[in-house]
């Protein structure tokens, strides 16, 4: 949009929002997202500690774990609502961007991390349910925890064999 005037947009932004369609889907996508938190929160306690919902502008609602190990080396991994590809994501933080520079120069080798640019916010984003079914949200949660069991521990195996 650089260049342009933001009022060259704003009928199609009203447009967007007249029928209340977006309003409502964001509601119910960032009502999951919290009852996901709330059981990340019941079912890794003792493990991690669970971060309350974020939200991005409209494109990211998360939520961030922590337990001793990422504490200590700084860093975190947060549960991730992308918007505008409707996925759930898990990312590698740093609490800075030193330390995410750091640790993506470090994990340049891996799989999961694009050795030809950092993401924007993230050591490396990696897809932990590519095609979720919003309706239902028992077998949403089910796929969601045990992706999440299996990366995060794929995770957490590489970070210690690169440090």
Known sequence: M??????????????AFAS????KTYQSL????QILRTEFSKKYKGEFSVANVM??????TYFYLQNEYLKRNKLKLAIVL?????????????????VQIR??????????VNPEAMPEYSIFEVALLAN?????ITALSESIHSEFRGLSQEIFDTLEANE
């Open 30 to 33: 960032v009502g999951i997202v």
């Open 82 to 98: 992308n918007h505008q590809k409707a996925h759930f994501e898990l990312w590698l933080l740093g609490q800075t961007k030193d």
């Open 55 to 60: 939200h991005g502008y409209i494109d990211f």
């Open 2 to 15: 650089s260049g342009e005037k933001l009022n060259d947009h704003i009928s199609a932004y009203k447009e």
């Open 20 to 23: 209340g369609e977006i309003q």
């Open 103 to 112: 640790y993506w120069e470090k994990l340049k080798g891996v799989a999961w």
């Open 132 to 136: 979720p079914n919003f309706d239902n």
